[in-house]
């Protein structure tokens, strides 16, 4: 079993739908939790950053943990197709040092038509 | 721009050659971390520094792969006598905390 899964997708859904992203994990160690986007060819961008379980809201994303479940959620609101890309979920244990070394998803490919 | 910088962008090279990636983390990050990722996959983690010291390398990072980070600066990532297997996207990141910063990253394709 690997550390964190993801579906890798492809996701496609009509311009305007709620999107639903998620992972789960299994090292219970985790405390902080990442997205980012990655377009095609290009490095990862940093959307959201979560400190242990809850939420996090910013503009159309929000970002949930539940570490009771070792579950993050990745919501997008009213999608545009400049959203197409691929989501990838990251965790740690610490912060920096030898436990700050990210453990990632797949990455689940989004497209968003227009 | 004072985002992390990666250069070249792109290699192509011949299997058997070395090849040198460098990364320049955004200022005042004092923590580097190299990450590979191939086609379909997440990053992995292959090596951190803490200012100039290599803390940490991923046993992903075999006896021919090297990295230095001289000045707690920039950092370079050598790769000896590649392989077609080294083919990925190599891509730097850096941080202050938990949070880290990637580049554009280089793209090695060894033919």
């Given at each position: 079993?690997?550390?964190?899964?993801?579906?890798?997708?492809?996701?496609?859904?009509?311009?305007?739908?709620?999107?639903?992203?998620?992972?789960?994990?299994?090292?219970?160690?985790?405390?902080?939790?990442?997205?980012?986007?990655?377009?095609?060819?290009?490095?990862?961008?940093?959307?959201?950053?979560t400190?242990s379980s809850g939420n996090k809201?910013?503009?159309?994303?929000?970002?949930?943990v539940?570490?009771?479940?070792?579950?993050?959620?990745?919501?997008?609101?009213?999608?545009?197709?400049?959203?197409?890309?691929?989501?990838?979920?990251?965790?740690?244990?610490?912060?920096?040092?030898?436990?700050?070394?990210?453990?990632?998803?797949?990455?689940?490919?989004?497209?968003?038509?227009? | 721009?004072?985002?992390?910088?990666?250069?070249?962008?792109?290699?192509?090279?011949?299997?058997?050659?070395?090849?040198?990636?460098?990364?320049?983390?955004?200022?005042?990050?004092?923590?580097?971390?190299?990450?590979?990722?191939?086609?379909?996959?997440?990053?992995?983690?292959?090596?951190?520094?803490?200012?100039?010291?290599?803390?940490?390398?991923?046993?992903?990072?075999?006896?021919?792969?090297?990295?230095?980070?001289?000045?707690?600066?920039?950092?370079?990532?050598?790769?000896?006598?590649?392989?077609?297997?080294?083919?990925?996207?190599?891509?730097?990141?850096?941080?202050?905390?938990?949070?880290?910063?990637?580049?554009?990253?280089?793209?090695?394709?060894?033919?």
């Amino acid at each position: 079993q690997k550390e964190v899964e993801q579906d890798p997708g492809p996701l496609s859904v009509p311009e305007g739908a709620i999107v639903s992203l998620n992972c789960t994990y299994s090292n219970s160690a985790f405390q902080y939790f990442m997205w980012y986007r990655q377009y095609s060819r290009k490095g990862p961008e940093l959307l959201m950053y979560t400190y242990s379980s809850g939420n996090k809201e910013d503009g159309r994303f929000t970002a949930q943990v539940d570490k009771s479940s070792k579950y993050i959620s990745l919501f997008i609101r009213d999608s545009q197709p400049s959203d197409s890309a691929t989501y990838l979920c990251a965790m740690t244990a610490g912060d920096g040092g030898s436990q700050g070394n990210l453990i990632f998803g797949k990455g689940t490919k989004l497209s968003v038509k227009p | 721009d004072t985002g992390v910088s990666q250069n070249p962008r792109h290699k192509i090279t011949k299997r058997g050659q070395n090849v040198t990636f460098r990364c320049d983390p955004i200022s005042e990050h004092n923590r580097l971390y190299w990450y590979r990722q191939t086609l379909g996959q997440g990053p992995e983690f292959l090596t951190y520094f803490q200012n100039e010291a290599q803390l940490e390398k991923s046993r992903l990072l075999s006896d021919r792969f090297s990295a230095e980070r001289p000045k707690g600066s920039f950092s370079t990532l050598e790769i000896q006598r590649t392989e077609q297997g080294d083919s990925a996207m190599y891509l730097c990141a850096s941080s202050s905390q938990a949070t880290q910063y990637f580049g554009p990253g280089t793209r090695l394709l060894v033919l």
